[in-house]
């Protein structure tokens, strides 16, 4: 089944031109099925860029999903019109007394900051902790992923003396978990960050559990044993070009930038980079709104007794995981 993408949403014409099916409002609502419905909450500065991309990969799964924007009230976008935040995005007091299938905290650009530093932190903070009793299942991105597994286990990240940048080789570490099945054995992921996780604090959590790794990269994809939460720490959402308008636009500010690794074809800059990671982009993804599916309530109102269950069956799981 298609997405479901507001009427004058940008991405939405992107999409269409890539034969991407979106129902039109009025189609959706005429079905007799519920949607999933997903909220994102997008802190990256190219809003519309990754308004596209996440959609692009959500919208690959068979199942109708409905998705509404969330933007932070104490951070002042500037790379995108104030109209597109009016027509499109919802502050947090919108949500507050909603209940979503999935929620979804994408990455931001501020990961050699302290966290308690960011501008939007404390509204962050706010808005994990209603994830936890509102969200059925939440996805945390690169720097989103970081900030959600120190507010909630206090695992912090370390500042890097070299920016991780470029496409990483990601071994599967449990290849029957629900999330990665089908998966490769190893898979590839962009990641373009400043920090990591803390392993050795990691470690010390067996409720969460690592399911692909590289070796210089560092963990790739983490998960909680009842999927409360996983933790994506590259860019999966990424398109072909990410990297390389990356890599140019830093190039031509006369910023200090190397060539992304695994990235360009003979590390050719002016070569059409080799997208090696789309399929198990889309696969993640899939699989997650299909376990989504399986375990929501139908009546959206039953989603906190749901997690509730889900949180008491989960000190079993964790043997299981």
Known sequence: MPINIPDGLPAKKILHEERIFALEEEVAERQEIRPLRVAILNLMPTKIETETQILRLISKSPLQVSCDFMRVSTHKATH?????????YDTFDSFADKNY????????????????????????????????????????????????????????KKQLGAKIFGVFPQRLCDEYNFLTNGFDEVHYMPHSRHAAIDTNELARHPELRVLSEGFT?????????????????????????????????????????????????DDNPEGQPIFTWRAHANLLYRNWLNWVYQMTPYDLDLIPQTIRQLHADSDGMVDKF
Not at 234 to 249: A, K, N, P, Q, V
């Open 80 to 88: 995108v019109s104030q109209n597109h935040l009016v027509k499109f």
């Open 217 to 265: 990269s560092g963990p790739a994809l983490i998960a909680a044993a009842d999927f409360h939460e996983i933790y994506v720490t590259g860019h999966f959402e990424y398109g072909r070009d990410t990297l390389s308008d990356e890599f140019w636009r830093d190039f031509h500010k006369g910023l200090p930038i190397r060539l992304p690794e695994n990235y360009f074809p």
């Open 101 to 156: 299938d999935g929620f979804i905290i994408t990455g931001a650009p501020v990961e050699q900051m302290d966290f308690e530093d960011v501008d939007y932190w404390d509204e962050l903070c706010k808005i994990i902790d209603w994830s936890q009793e509102h969200v059925l299942s939440t996805m945390y991105l690169c720097w989103g992923a970081m900030a959600g597994l120190w507010h909630l286990y206090r695992i912090p």
